[in-house]
């Protein structure tokens, strides 16, 4: 089973700045990672997948990138409607596909 | 519009059988997989297994093989987790998913599972 490691588990972040998440495999998924954005009391939502690629309707201040066993999600721009958790899935080897711990993105 | 409807929340008893569903529409319904996700309380998504409704394929993740049983109809676009005898550790948020080349394009509301005696 391929272990998904997210960091931080919390990053404070003001709005308008630029956040960074970590993302990391245990063993090599090449670019089949997915990033889904989970605010409470909601179901998660698919914002990345193929590593970098934005789904339908996400907005550009989100990017993904990284290959292997790196990946980091970057939101440019955060917005107060961007303070949620954040969690990575690999989906190269399965079952079981894996996902990270999950980072959550507060107002600091 | 692609939806996926799961059914409401749930209140039972340790011991207890339960299955809850998620109905499928707007696309074809057997031609795409469904995977189940669990949430317990203030925690993160742990993915449980898949079917392909249109051929009845079942993969489990190790940690919860034998312990739910997944299923689907796909005369009436729903697919199915059950339990023949819940613990109170069973008590979380389940999710249904439609998969698209493994990534989850598309997810259920949810349906919240309480077991406590």
């Known amino acids: 089973e391929i272990v998904m490691t997210q960091s931080p588990a919390t990053l404070s972040v003001s709005p308008g700045e630029r956040a960074t998440l970590s993302c990391r495999a245990s063993?090599?998924?090449?670019?089949?990672l997915a990033w889904y954005q989970q605010k409470p009391g909601q179901a998660p939502r698919l914002l990345i997948y193929?590593?970098?690629t934005r789904a339908t309707g996400i907005p550009a201040r989100f990017s993904g990138s990284g290959s292997g066993t790196e990946f980091t999600l970057t939101i440019s721009s955060l917005q107060s409607e961007d303070f949620a958790v954040y969690f990575c899935?690999?989906?190269?080897?399965?079952?079981?596909?894996?996902f990270g711990g999950g980072t959550k993105v507060e107002i600091k | 519009e692609v939806q996926l409807v799961q059914s409401g929340e749930e209140v039972k008893k340790p011991g207890e059988s339960l299955k809850i569903s998620c109905k499928g529409s707007?696309?074809?319904?057997?031609?795409?997989?469904i995977a189940w996700v669990r949430q317990m309380p203030g925690k993160g998504l742990e993915w449980m297994g898949i079917?392909?409704?249109?051929?009845?394929?079942?993969r489990y993740s190790p940690s919860f093989q034998g312990q739910v049983t997944i299923s689907a109809d796909k005369s009436i676009s729903t697919a199915y987790l059950q339990w023949s005898s819940l613990k109170a550790s069973d008590t979380a948020m389940y999710y249904c998913?439609?998969?698209?080349?493994?990534?989850?394009?598309?997810w259920g509301q949810g349906t919240l599972v309480t077991v406590s005696s």
């Open positions: 063993q090599s998924v090449s670019s089949n």
């Open positions: 998913a439609r998969v698209f080349l493994g990534y989850d394009d598309y």
């Open positions: 899935q690999q989906y190269n080897n399965w079952p079981p596909l894996t």
């Open positions: 079917i392909y409704p249109g051929g009845s394929d079942i």
């Open positions: 707007g696309y074809s319904f057997s031609t795409y997989w």
């Open positions: 193929g590593a970098s």
